[in-house]
Each structure stands twice: as structure tokens, then as C-alpha cells.
């Protein structure tokens, strides 16, 4: 798929003050589509995700990407981060960073802004969007570098139906265009849609792992039969 | 009461008239005001958003050693850039002493605590916002801190007229360092104690006025070339 896979992860835990809150995992991730992690609230998927953009440190054991670049790697978060400029200067920022021409800039922010339905708020300030455009925004902004790897920490959560399919359509192209997308999500609908691999997370550690079409069909565990039954699994 | 209309129409007439030596101690207090606040936000805006963002040992030592120093006596601190360019002091062979410089280094010594305290205060709420977005996008410590200067620099216009407001109306020091001389170092605030000195209170409430309104002016002008209030603006 790309040249960052396949990741290993050996035996990485986090711990915040003395309390485990992921681990150990141990894991070797090789997808050729997206890949989606479930699981209950506090099961770690969020602080897992975080651990493989490197935004949050691991107390023990090892990350290994196969080439190790972070400046190929996007994070969209649950809460859309967006800055104190306009929608076009949030779009642009990334770019700015890597010093690219202003003419590339100028129409990669076009592109983007005609994508994602933005172009009629280009000059507003990004604050006063709606959740959903906000949520495009953030999504936008990580794609326009074109990451080898998206990782999207409930995108959707919070968003009505068709603010979500309208991202829903953000991230199948991001797809198709070779971006890998590690996302963590509640909405087991939206898993069905974009999963290839699933990843089911119980108590701070991957409980279940494998294609998206074989665990929906035959989950192998009864705590994850429970979960996609919409059972409470603690 | 009589002496507070007295005082506003002696303010009338200095400014209807174009009264030659209001202009010229109007001006004095302005430039010596105005080079101690770009002096002192060069300095401490950086300071500032530097504390905001880099962890080092004695980070909180230094906050609160910033905040302290925003109560510096103005006497004392007369007093000291008095001593340290007297004749005798270390910086005597700059014959700097009752100049307008010495006016400007004590104001710069005053107001950068000020304008250092607040803009670490904005600053470190615009990191707490702006933290993972700006690590996730694998930005450089002189990215971070453009990037904060930038999308704060409104809250940092309010930190900096802070600071021109603590130093347009000092006296003590200005007085000890400037030594109050006509046509040389006489600005509004050693005006008004000179002519309260000698009794003349209407002329010294009428200074008072115009220092007043020449704040409001700077401050509005401010406001307006930098479009605060403007509406779409955050």
C-alpha cells in the first residue's frame, strides 16, 4: 500500500498517573483499505490513534513504521481545531509550512474549497462556520498535503446525516487517491461503509482483529458480537 | 467643581489655540511613549509567547517573577536607571541621563512586565487551543510561536496598549531620569506635577485633560487601523 506499512506495534502501553490506559498491545497493521477501530468509550481508540501520530508518548514497548516520516501523516481530531483566520488562510497554512509556491497554494485552496462546498465562505473566519463545515475544513486542511496516512478520531461525531455523508464522500476519495485512513468511530453504520480492516478495542487493548467483512459477518467473540449487536460492553 | 471647569476650559483654550508649548510637550510625551512601547513589545511579546509554548525548569519561577515585576514601584525604578546612568554608574560615558533616552529606557523597564504578563496569558490559551493541530502538522518552535503571534496578535494589541497606558501616565520616573527641563525632557505627567507644584491648578487639570484625551486618541486610532471591532472579525 504505502511505503510507511507495514506498522508493528510491540507491547506499547500508556500509563497517566499509574493508571493503564492502553496496553499492552501488540499488532502488525499491513492494510490495503480503511481501517476502522470500535469499541466502548475509555477503550483507548482515541489514545491509540494518538500514539501512532506520535502526539502522545508510549511508557513502554515500541512503534515502528516502516519509514518513519511524520510530515506524511494528517490527524483530523473529534472537536475540529480550526484556526483564528479565514477558511481559505486554514487551508493554506499547511502548505505555507512546507514553503510552497503561493501559485501552488493558491490553487490547492481553490481545489479543496470547490470539494468541499467551502468556496462561498472562503473569506470568512473559520471560527464562525457551522460544525459540519468546520469539520470539512479540518478534514480539507489535513488532505491537502496529501498524507499517506489520515488519521480521523470521530469525524462525524455530533454531525446530522448529511453533513456526515457529505464527509463520508471526502474520505472515499481521500481513499482512492492512495491516502490510508486509520479512524476511530462509534457509529457502526459508518464503520460498514468505509471499513476494509476493523479493529475492535476492549479495556485498552485490541480484543479483536481482521477484515472488515469477516468480523461483521462472523465476530469471534462474544463481547464483540455483543458490541456490534449494540449490547453495553464493558 | 469650579476648578474641574476652570481645568476643562484652560484644555480648551491650550488645544483651540494651538498653544506652542502644549504641542511640543504633547509630542514629547507621545514619542518618548511610543518608542518605549515598540522597544518593550519587541521584547516582551516574544517573551511571552516563548513562555507559552517551551517547558524549561524554571519556567514558573520566571512567570511569576514577570507578574511580580508588573507592580514595580516607578519610583524605584527612576531610581535605579538613574544609578546606573549617572556619572558614577555603568553606563555614565553614555551622558544618557536627563535625555529622552533615559525616559525611554525607564518606561521600557516598567511596562515590559506588563505587556509580558498579558501576552503570556493569551498566548497560553491560544496554545491550549491550538497544541495538537500545531504538533500534529509537525511544525518547528518558530513556527509555533509565528503562528500564535499572528492568530493572537489582537489580544496581543490589548496587552500592548496595556502597557502604553502604564506608561503614558508615569511621572516618578520619568521625573527622577528626565529631571523635568523646558523644551527638553518636560512631558505632560512632569508638566502637571510642575504646575500643581506651583499652584495653578487649572493649568494642571487642563494638561491633565489633554493627556487624557491624547490617550483615548491613541488608543481608538489603534483600535481602527487594526480593525478590532470590525464586523466577521473574531
Same mark, same amino acid.
Given at each position: 500500500?504505502?511505503?510507511?506499512?507495514?506498522?508493528? +506495534? #510491540?507491547?506499547?502501553?500508556?500509563?497517566?498517573?499509574?493508571?493503564?490506559?492502553?496496553?499492552?498491545?501488540?499488532?502488525? +497493521?499491513?492494510?490495503?483499505?480503511?481501517?476502522?477501530?470500535?469499541?466502548?468509550?475509555?477503550?483507548?481508540?482515541?489514545?491509540?490513534?494518538?500514539? +501512532?501520530?506520535?502526539?502522545?508518548?508510549?511508557?513502554?514497548?515500541?512503534?515502528?513504521?516502516? #519509514?518513519?516520516? !511524520?510530515? #506524511?501523516?494528517?490527524?483530523?481530531?473529534?472537536?475540529?481545531?480550526?484556526?483564528? #483566520?479565514?477558511?481559505?488562510?486554514?487551508?493554506?497554512?499547511?502548505?505555507?509550512?512546507?514553503?510552497?509556491?503561493?501559485?501552488?497554494?493558491?490553487?490547492?485552496?481553490?481545489?479543496?474549497?470547490?470539494?468541499?462546498?467551502?468556496?462561498?465562505?472562503?473569506?470568512?473566519?473559520?471560527?464562525?462556520?457551522?460544525?459540519?463545515?468546520?469539520?470539512?475544513?479540518?478534514?480539507?486542511?489535513?488532505?491537502?498535503?496529501?498524507?499517506?496516512?489520515?488519521?480521523?478520531?470521530? !469525524?462525524?461525531?455530533?454531525?446530522?446525516?448529511?453533513?456526515?455523508?457529505?464527509?463520508?464522500? +471526502?474520505?472515499?476519495?481521500?481513499?482512492?487517491?492512495?491516502?490510508?485512513?486509520?479512524?476511530?468511530?462509534?457509529?457502526?453504520?459508518?464503520?460498514?461503509?468505509?471499513?476494509?480492516?476493523?479493529?475492535?478495542?476492549?479495556?485498552?487493548?485490541?480484543?479483536?482483529?481482521?477484515?472488515?467483512?469477516?468480523?461483521?459477518?462472523?465476530?469471534?467473540?462474544?463481547?464483540?458480537?455483543?458490541?456490534?449487536?449494540?449490547?453495553?460492553?464493558? | 467643581?469650579?476648578?474641574?471647569?476652570?481645568?476643562?476650559?484652560?484644555?480648551?483654550?491650550?488645544?483651540?489655540?494651538?498653544?506652542?508649548?502644549?504641542?511640543?510637550?504633547?509630542?514629547?510625551?507621545?514619542?518618548?511613549?511610543?518608542?518605549?512601547?515598540?522597544?518593550?513589545?519587541?521584547?516582551?511579546?516574544?517573551?511571552?509567547?516563548?513562555?507559552?509554548?517551551?517547558?524549561?525548569?524554571?519556567?514558573?519561577?520566571?512567570?511569576?517573577?514577570?507578574?511580580?515585576?508588573?507592580?514595580?514601584?516607578?519610583?524605584?525604578?527612576?531610581?535605579?536607571?538613574?544609578?546606573?546612568?549617572?556619572?558614577?554608574?555603568?553606563?555614565?560615558?553614555?551622558?544618557?541621563?536627563?535625555?529622552?533616552?533615559?525616559?525611554?529606557?525607564?518606561?521600557?523597564?516598567?511596562?515590559?512586565?506588563?505587556?509580558?504578563?498579558?501576552?503570556?496569558?493569551?498566548?497560553?490559551?491560544?496554545?491550549?487551543?491550538?497544541?495538537?493541530?500545531?504538533?500534529?502538522?509537525?511544525?518547528?518552535?518558530?513556527?509555533?510561536?509565528?503562528?500564535?503571534?499572528?492568530?493572537?496578535?489582537?489580544?496581543?494589541?490589548?496587552?500592548?496598549?496595556?502597557?502604553?497606558?502604564?506608561?503614558?501616565?508615569?511621572?516618578?520616573?520619568?521625573?527622577?531620569?528626565?529631571?523635568?527641563?523646558?523644551?527638553?525632557?518636560?512631558?505632560?505627567?512632569?508638566?502637571?506635577?510642575?504646575?500643581?507644584?506651583?499652584?495653578?491648578?487649572?493649568?494642571?487639570? %487642563?494638561?491633565?485633560?489633554?493627556?487624557? %484625551?491624547?490617550?483615548?486618541?491613541?488608543?481608538?486610532?489603534?483600535?481602527?487601523?487594526?480593525?478590532?471591532?470590525?464586523?466577521?472579525?473574531?
Amino acid at each position: 500500500m504505502s511505503a510507511l506499512f507495514p506498522l508493528t +506495534l #510491540r507491547d506499547v502501553q500508556v500509563r497517566r498517573k499509574s493508571k493503564r490506559v492502553i496496553g499492552p498491545i501488540d499488532l502488525v +497493521l499491513d492494510p490495503s483499505g480503511p481501517t476502522i477501530l470500535i469499541g466502548p468509550n475509555g477503550s483507548g481508540k482515541t489514545t491509540l490513534l494518538r500514539v +501512532l501520530h506520535g502526539l502522545e508518548r508510549v511508557n513502554k514497548g515500541h512503534v515502528g513504521w516502516t #519509514r518513519n516520516d !511524520p510530515s #506524511r501523516h494528517a490527524f483530523v481530531f473529534q472537536s475540529p481545531i480550526v484556526m483564528r #483566520r479565514s477558511v481559505a488562510e486554514n487551508l493554506a497554512y499547511p502548505l505555507r509550512l512546507l514553503k510552497t509556491p503561493k501559485q501552488e497554494i493558491k490553487q490547492a485552496v481553490d481545489d479543496w474549497l470547490q470539494r468541499t462546498g467551502l468556496t462561498a465562505v472562503r473569506n470568512s473566519p473559520a471560527p464562525r462556520l457551522s460544525g459540519g463545515e468546520r469539520q470539512k475544513l479540518a478534514i480539507a486542511r489535513a488532505l491537502i498535503r496529501k498524507p499517506d496516512v489520515l488519521f480521523l478520531d470521530e !469525524p462525524c461525531a455530533n454531525l446530522d446525516g448529511y453533513a456526515t455523508r457529505e464527509i463520508e464522500a +471526502l474520505l472515499h476519495e481521500a481513499a482512492a487517491n492512495g491516502t490510508h485512513l486509520i479512524m476511530a468511530t462509534h457509529d457502526m453504520g459508518q464503520a460498514r461503509r468505509l471499513a476494509h480492516g476493523l479493529l475492535f478495542m476492549l479495556d485498552g487493548k485490541i480484543h479483536e482483529v481482521g477484515s472488515a467483512a469477516d468480523l461483521f459477518a462472523a465476530p469471534s467473540t462474544d463481547e464483540l458480537l455483543a458490541f456490534l449487536r449494540g449490547d453495553i460492553v464493558i | 467643581m469650579f476648578e474641574i471647569w476652570d481645568g476643562l476650559m484652560a484644555a480648551f483654550w491650550l488645544v483651540v489655540t494651538f498653544d506652542a508649548a502644549l504641542w511640543d510637550i504633547s509630542l514629547r510625551s507621545l514619542r518618548v511613549t511610543l518608542t518605549a512601547l515598540v522597544i518593550a513589545s519587541a521584547i516582551a511579546i516574544p517573551l511571552g509567547t516563548y513562555l507559552a509554548v517551551q517547558r524549561f525548569r524554571y519556567r514558573r519561577f520566571t512567570i511569576s517573577l514577570i507578574n511580580a515585576f508588573m507592580g514595580l514601584p516607578p519610583v524605584v525604578v527612576g531610581l535605579i536607571v538613574y544609578i546606573m546612568l549617572s556619572r558614577a554608574g555603568p553606563f555614565g560615558v553614555l551622558n544618557l541621563l536627563f535625555t529622552p533616552t533615559a525616559m525611554i529606557i525607564a518606561q521600557v523597564v516598567i511596562i515590559s512586565p506588563v505587556i509580558a504578563s498579558i501576552a503570556h496569558q493569551s498566548m497560553r490559551e491560544l496554545w491550549a487551543e491550538y497544541h495538537d493541530l500545531l504538533i500534529s502538522l509537525n511544525t518547528s518552535k518558530w513556527q509555533r510561536m509565528l503562528t500564535l503571534v499572528w492568530d493572537g496578535r489582537r489580544n496581543l494589541l490589548t496587552a500592548a496598549l496595556a502597557g502604553f497606558g502604564r506608561a503614558i501616565g508615569e511621572v516618578g520616573a520619568v521625573m527622577i531620569v528626565g529631571g523635568n527641563i523646558d523644551n527638553v525632557t518636560r512631558v505632560l505627567t512632569t508638566a502637571i506635577a510642575l504646575e500643581t507644584g506651583k499652584g495653578d491648578f487649572a493649568l494642571a487639570l %487642563g494638561l491633565g485633560f489633554v493627556l487624557i %484625551g491624547l490617550a483615548i486618541i491613541v488608543n481608538l486610532a489603534i483600535h481602527t487601523l487594526s480593525r478590532t471591532e470590525r464586523e466577521g472579525r473574531w
